[in-house]
């Protein structure tokens, strides 16, 4: 991922000295297991420990003449152990070293991710206890629906939220898993024992069945995993984008001091960090496909999900962390324009109270299919007439009249009934 969206703590797991620390940490990790076994001197061991290193430089130098990276590794690293390195990479197939180091890195970043979910957690629970009962209208099919508040709004983003968080939990110890188990992954050239003892040392778990690699339903349930958190992150953007609009205004992202929107209209505010996480969504999504592909490899193993991981892998990681701490920043951020919300909502004279006012005549006496017919028609004439007002309308209307009193009319107006039981969603949530 360019530099751009990429924040340093994520972007340090997925530099590539920090892929070749990964491996030789399984390397290291795997000698430990044998020396403990008695399969490795202690005085190698010593020099191991103490010797090992590689350079990034010296790797890439040895791979454009060997073109195999793992080798490349191992040879560099041996120029820095000496003799002790005989007892390096026993019984061992490169995908030991490269699956189980990538683990490692998987595991860190989800560890990452799920701090930054827990703070857009917070972030949104904040805001929707400050607007509980701050009143706006609900949409569907972009229509103006029935009245809800805001805070049931963000109610189900705090859901959202924390369903992705459990999934993010789930995943960790999905992908936590490493192998040591030679060329076909049938333990030929080692022992099982090696691979639980290095599995416990790097804080993994010993893939339950590998080939010669582990299989890539992992790799693309983390890919999954990740894109559909980004998606929920695209919905709440995409619902601050469409609230900003001019003519709704019922929420905007900060500006701040000295921001300019446009190089030529300077009244422009535009809500360009809800744009960039939608845009970034479609990145992660992109993905998708190429992850579920890299399932079906051939055999015990081939290397066309390689090309793929090596960017996908850590551009989605990437990708996810900035936009969480995005999103976080705009929640924490926003402005919320209650005396909009309610200008909205009552626009046309309350036309999105048509269902108490159908209700209410139909507890008078009259038919429902009656009551439809008189509502829809006085709140159809408010809603194509300029400055139309379905209130005034239906105290006019004579079949109203008949069933209504004013003060039964006034009362299908009111917002209680629509958060009565908005009780019920906050203590669910815990707000």
Known sequence: MIERYTLPEMGEI?????????????????????????????????????????????????????????????????????????????????????????????????????????????????????????????????????????????????????????????????????????????????????????????????????????SRDRHADYIQTLALVGASLDRFATEIRNLQRTDVLEVEESFAKGQKGSSAMPHKRNPIRSERISGLARVLRSYVVAALENVALWHERDISHSSTERMMLPDCSVTLHFMLREMTAVVAGLGVYPGNMLRNMNVYGGVVFSQRVLLGLVDAGMSREEAYRVVQRNAHTAWNTDGGDFRANLAADPDVTAKLTPEQLNDCFSTELHQQNLGVIWDRLGL
């Open 14 to 214: 997925w530099t590539d000295r920090a892929k070749y620390q990964s491996w030789l940490d399984v390397e290291v990790a795997a000698c430990e297991a044998n020396c403990s076994l008695g399969r490795v001197p202690e005085a190698a061991m010593a020099d191991i420990r103490s010797k090992a290193a590689f350079e990034p430089e010296r790797i890439l130098e040895i791979e454009a003449e060997v073109r195999h990276d793992v080798i490349a590794f191992l040879t560099n690293v041996n120029e820095h152990v000496g003799d002790a390195g005989r007892y390096i990479h026993v019984g061992m197939t490169s995908s030991d070293v490269l699956d189980t180091g990538v683990a490692l890195q998987l595991k860190a970043s989800v560890a990452l991710l799920r701090k930054e979910l827990a703070a857009l957690d917070a972030a949104i629970a904040k805001l929707a206890a400050e607007h509980k009962s701050t009143v706006m209208i609900g949409r569907s099919h972009a229509i103006h629906g029935e009245p809800i508040t805001f805070g049931f709004k963000l109610a189900g983003w705090l859901a959202e939220t924390r369903r992705n968080a459990e999934r993010l939990e789930r995943l960790e110890g999905d992908v936590a898993v490493g192998q040591v188990s030679g060329a076909m992954g049938t333990y030929a050239n080692t022992d099982p024992e090696v691979e639980r003892l290095t599995c416990e040392r790097l804080g993994l778990t010993p893939d339950t069945a590998s080939t010669q690699v582990i």
